[in-house]
C-alpha cells in the first residue's frame, strides 16, 4: 500500500534539499566568471589575448583565462626564460631554462645549468640564491600555509647586498637589485625596500622588465607606506610597460578597492604616463570609465586598452537594460527590482548609455583610432539597449561600409543585425523568414554564451509574435499565448511555428556550450503544451507544400513524426482521451515502444494495481500504443454492461487511468521524467503568495497528481458491483485516490507554512483532520458499508494508512 506520504517526512526534506542544492548548482554562483545575459561581444574590440582578463563579468574580471593557464601543465616560456636563454647564448632548450628557473632542478643533467656551470659560474651562484630565497619566503596556501623564515630572509638580503657590489656583470647586478628590494620588502621593511630601490636599481644605466618587477615591490611598500597616489603612479607604470608584471599592478590596487585620483596623475611627467594612470583605473570595477576613457584617448590614442575599456562599460552597463527585457533573465531580479538603487542606477544607465553612444560616433571618425567598424558596432549596441532600433540600424550599416580582419566583429554585427529583426518586425513576411532562419542556423548550438543569449531571445520574441501577431509578452505559460491570434496571425501553421520557435530555446535543442544560460527546458515546455497545440504542430509537419523555412525550421529542431505524434500521444492521455491517443500512437513506428525510454519504465502491467506493499504488478504484455487502445475499448463497452460486468470494466479503467499517473506505473506515457520531489519543488518554484495560490490550484487540479480520473472509475465500479469483495476493492482505490489528493493538499500546506516550522507533529494533526473531514469519504465507507469483507479485515493488517484511519 502506498500511504498518503510517497516517503517519509525527514527523507522528504532531505530529498528536496538535495533538490534545491542541485537547482542552485545550475545558476549563477561563484563559479560562474564569464556567463551572463549579454549580448555584445568583447572579442569584438582589439583587446590583447593577454589583457582578456579585463573582459568585464558580474565576478569583475573573466578569470577563465587564468585558470585555463593555471590548469595547463605544459611550460609557456616567458621574459624571463628568454632572457635567460639569451644570456647563455640560446645553447640550451628553452625548456630545460624554464626547469632550473622553476623547478629548482640544479643537477649537472640539466643543459642549462650545465652552460652555466661551463661558462657562467657567478651566474649559476646567482641563480642558487634565488631559489634559496624562494624556498625561505611564505608559502603554502590558505588552507595550509607556510610562514617565511625571516632569519634565513635576513641573512639572504645581506648575501645579496654584498654580491650586487662586488658583480659588474649587468644581467647579473640587475637581478641582485631585484632580490634586494624583494627580500626586503618580504620582510615587511618598507622604508628599506624603496631605499634600496633607489640606491641600487635607480642608478643601473641599463633596466630591463627586471627593473619594472623591482618597482612593482617598491610601489607595494609605497601603498603600505600609504602614500596611496604615488603607488598608484607606480603600479601604472608598472602595468603599462610590463607585461609580466601587469595583472599583478593591477590586481595590487583592485584588491584594496583604489580609485582614480587626481594627485596621482600629478606624478607622471609623460602624456604615456599619464595615460598610463588613467587606464589602470580606469578597468577597476564598480565605476563609470568612460571619463578616463576620454583621456586615455586624448593622450595616447594607439592604446591597445581603448577598445577593451568600451567593450567594458556596454557589458557593465547592458547588465540594467537586458534584466527588464528578456522575461526569463537568469538571475532572480524579483529583490532588485523593489531596491531604490537598483531602479537609481537603471535611470543612470539609461543617461550613462547616452553619453556612450555619442562617445562611439565620435571615435568612429576619430582617425587616430583607425577603426571605424568596431566604433559604428558599438553605437549601433547601445542604440538597440535603448531602444532606438532606427539609430542602431544606421550606426550597424556604417559599421559594415568600414572594413576590417576581426572575425569576431563580423559575427557580432550579424548578431545584432538578428536582434534588430526580432525588435524591429511587425509583420512576418516570407522575406522575414528566409533571413531570421540563416540566423537561427548561424548562432544555435554554439561554444559562446553571448550567440545563445541572442539566439535563444530572438526564438522567443518571434515565437510570440507568431503566437499573438507581434503583441507584447504577457506571461503565463510556455504556449499561453499559442491558441489564436487577435490580429489573424494565429493560424495552425503559426501556431506551430510559435511551438517550434519555442521548443529551440530549450537547452535539449539548442545545445550551448555555455555553462549558465537562459535556455528553457525541452520537457516542461512539452508537459505544459495542450493537445490542440501539438495538433497543430503533426498537420503542419505533414503539409505537402512546406516553404524552404518551414523545412529548416524543422530541420533545426531534429523533430520527425514519430517524436511528434508520441508527444500527442501523451498530450491526450494527460487528458485521458484515449481513443484520441491510440490514433497518435498509430502513427508511430514500432520499434520506438521497444526502445528506451519505454523499455525502462514501461515494465509493469499498466492494468494492475496492487493494494499491498507485498504485491508487484506482473510483467507488462502491452506496449503504449495497445495500452491506449485497450483503454478506449473498455471506454466503449462499459457503457453497454452493467452489473459486475461493469464494475470490472470501471475498475480496470481506474486501474489504467492511475498508473498514468505520478503514482502509477505507467507515467512514462504522459511524461518523459519522474522525480521523487517533483509535487514539492514544482510549489517552490516561487515564494510569491499569489503565485502559490495559483500553482496550489492547478496541482489540486491536475489528473497526473490528483488521480481524479481514476477515482471517477472507481467510484462507478463501486457503485455498479454487486459482490462485496469487488466493492471493497474499488472502494478502496476510490479512497487511495483520495488520499492521493490529501498528498497534494498536504504539500501546499507544508510550502505555505514552510517546512522548518511545520513540524511532524502539526502534519499529522491536520491530515488527521482533514481526512476525517474532506478526504475520508471511501475509507468511511469501506469502514461501514463492507466491515464484513475479506477485503476490508485485509486492508486493516497491510495498509497501515486506513488501520490509522480506522483507530481514529
Known amino acids: 500500500m502506498i500511504t498518503f506520504k510517497p516517503f517519509s517526512g525527514r527523507l522528504r526534506r532531505a530529498v528536496f534539499s538535495m533538490g534545491i542544492l542541485l537547482t542552485f548548482a545550475c545558476g549563477p554562483g561563484f563559479f560562474d566568471e564569464n556567463e551572463f545575459l549579454s549580448f555584445f561581444m568583447p572579442e569584438s574590440s582589439n583587446a590583447q589575448p593577454q589583457d582578456r582578463l579585463y573582459f568585464f563579468t558580474p565576478q569583475l574580471y573573466d578569470y577563465t583565462q587564468a585558470m585555463a593557464q593555471e590548469g595547463n601543465d605544459t611550460l609557456i616560456a616567458d621574459d624571463n626564460m628568454e632572457a635567460w636563454a639569451s644570456y647563455v647564448g640560446r645553447k640550451v632548450p628553452i625548456a630545460a631554462v624554464g626547469q632550473a628557473l622553476y623547478e629548482t632542478d640544479e643537477q649537472l643533467t640539466n643543459p642549462f645549468v650545465a652552460a652555466l656551470q661551463r661558462d ?57 637589485a631585484f632580490q634586494a ?21 635607480t642608478p643601473l644605466p ?35 610597460r610590463c607585461p609580466s608584471r601587469r595583472h599583478e599592478a593591477e590586481a595590487s590596487l583592485r584588491i584594496h578597492g583604489i580609485r582614480f585620483t587626481s594627485k596621482a596623475l600629478a606624478l607622471a611627467q ?54 527588464e527585457q528578456n522575461p526569463i533573465y537568469p538571475y532572480d531580479e524579483s529583490s532588485k527590482q523593489d531596491s531604490l538603487a537598483f531602479e537609481n542606477r537603471k535611470q543612470t544607465s539609461m543617461t550613462y548609455a547616452d553619453q556612450l553612444r555619442e562617445f562611439a560616433m565620435e571615435a568612429a571618425t576619430n582617425e587616430q583610432l583607425n577603426n571605424p567598424a568596431f566604433w559604428y558596432t558599438a553605437a549601433a549596441y547601445v542604440a538597440y539597449l535603448s531602444k532606438d532600433y532606427g539609430a542602431s540600424q544606421a550606426a550597424l550599416d556604417k559599421a559594415a561600409q568600414a572594413s576590417t580582419a576581426n572575425a569576431d566583429l563580423k559575427k557580432q554585427m550579424a548578431l545584432q543585425r ?61 504556449l499561453s499565448g499559442c491558441s489564436r491570434s487577435k490580429s489573424g496571425l494565429g493560424n495552425d501553421a ?23 544560460n537562459i535556455n528553457t527546458d525541452q520537457l516542461v515546455i512539452e508537459d505544459t503544451s495542450s493537445a490542440a497545440t501539438v495538433q497543430q504542430v503533426v498537420s503542419f509537419a505533414q503539409k505537402p507544400d512546406l516553404s524552404d523555412f518551414d523545412k529548416r525550421l524543422l530541420k533545426l529542431t531534429g523533430f520527425d513524426g514519430n517524436y511528434l505524434n508520441t508527444l500527442l500521444g501523451r498530450r491526450l492521455l494527460a487528458g485521458h482521451r484515449y481513443a484520441e491517443a491510440a490514433k497518435a500512437f498509430s502513427t508511430v513506428a514500432d520499434t520506438v515502444w521497444h526502445n528506451e525510454p519505454f523499455t525502462s519504465y514501461f515494465g509493469q502491467n499498466p492494468f494492475e494495481l496492487l493494494p499491498t506493499k507485498r504485491q508487484t504488478a506482473g510483467p507488462n504484455p502491452y506496449t503504449p500504443l495497445q495500452f491506449a487502445q485497450r483503454m478506449a475499448q473498455l471506454q466503449k463497452q462499459v457503457a453497454q454492461l452493467t452489473g459486475d460486468e461493469a464494475a470490472k470494466a470501471y475498475y480496470e479503467l481506474g486501474c489504467g487511468a492511475y498508473n498514468l499517473s505520478w503514482y502509477g506505473n505507467a507515467w512514462v506515457l504522459i511524461k518523459r521524467s519522474w522525480s521523487s520531489a517533483e509535487l514539492f519543488t514544482s510549489l517552490y518554484r516561487t515564494n510569491k503568495p499569489n503565485e502559490l ?87 468511511s465507507k469501506l469502514e461501514t458499508d463492507y466491515k464484513q469483507t475479506q477485503f476490508q479485515a485485509e486492508m486493516l493488517r497491510e495498509c497501515a494508512t486506513y488501520a490509522d484511519y480506522v483507530a481514529h
Open 494 to 516: 503559426a501556431v506551430a511555428k510559435s511551438f517550434l520557435l519555442t521548443m529551440l530555446t530549450s537547452s535539449e535543442l539548442n545545445k550551448s556550450g555555455a555553462y549558465v
Open 418 to 478: 538578428m536582434l534588430l529583426l526580432a525588435a524591429q518586425t511587425e509583420t512576418i513576411t516570407p522575406e522575414t523568414e528566409s533571413t531570421l532562419i540563416g540566423y537561427l542556423e548561424a548562432f544555435g548550438n554554439t561554444e559562446n554564451f553571448r550567440f545563445n543569449n541572442a539566439f535563444v531571445t530572438v526564438c522567443q520574441q518571434f515565437a510570440r509574435k507568431y503566437a499573438d501577431g507581434g503583441g507584447k509578452y504577457t506571461g503565463g505559460g510556455w
Open 270 to 323: 609623460t602624456d604615456r604616463e599619464k595615460a598610463a594612470v588613467y587606464a589602470i583605473c580606469a578597468i577597476q570595477p564598480k565605476q563609470d570609465a568612460l571619463p578616463l576613457l576620454k583621456e586615455i584617448v586624448k593622450l595616447t590614442p594607439k592604446n591597445p586598452l581603448v577598445e577593451l575599456i568600451m567593450a567594458r562599460e556596454i557589458n557593465r552597463n547592458e547588465y540594467f537594460f537586458l534584466s
Open 120 to 176: 657562467h659560474s657567478s651566474a649559476l651562484d646567482y641563480l642558487r640564491l634565488a631559489h634559496a630565497a624562494n624556498k625561505a619566503s611564505a608559502g603554502g596556501d590558505q588552507w595550509n600555509p607556510e610562514p617565511a623564515d625571516t632569519t634565513q630572509l635576513t641573512q639572504l638580503l645581506n648575501q645579496v647586498r654584498a654580491a650586487y657590489s662586488v658583480v659588474t656583470d649587468p644581467f647579473l647586478k640587475e637581478r641582485y
Open 693 to 779: 495560490d495559483q500553482r496550489g490550484r492547478w496541482l489540486m487540479n491536475d489528473s497526473y497528481y490528483s488521480t481524479a480520473p481514476a477515482k471517477a472509475f472507481f467510484d462507478q465500479a463501486l457503485k455498479n458491483a454487486r459482490q462485496p469483495e469487488l466493492a471493497a476493492k474499488a472502494c478502496f482505490m476510490a479512497a487511495r485516490c483520495e488520499q492521493n489528493e490529501l498528498a497534494v493538499h498536504m504539500a501546499i500546506e507544508e510550502v505555505k507554512r514552510g517546512y522548518a516550522d511545520f513540524d511532524e507533529k502539526q502534519q499529522a494533526a491536520l491530515t488527521q483532520k482533514l481526512r476525517r473531514e474532506q478526504y475520508g469519504r471511501y475509507f
Open 181 to 201: 628590494v624583494k627580500l626586503a620588502d618580504q620582510l615587511g621593511n618598507y622604508d628599506q625596500c624603496q631605499a634600496l630601490y633607489d640606491q641600487l636599481v
Open 206 to 240: 641599463r633596466k630591463t622588465f627586471i627593473s619594472d618587477w623591482a618597482l612593482c615591490r617598491h610601489a607595494g611598500a609605497t601603498l603600505s607606506n600609504q602614500d596611496t597616489a604615488r603607488a598608484i603612479y607606480e603600479f601604472a607604470q608598472v602595468f603599462d
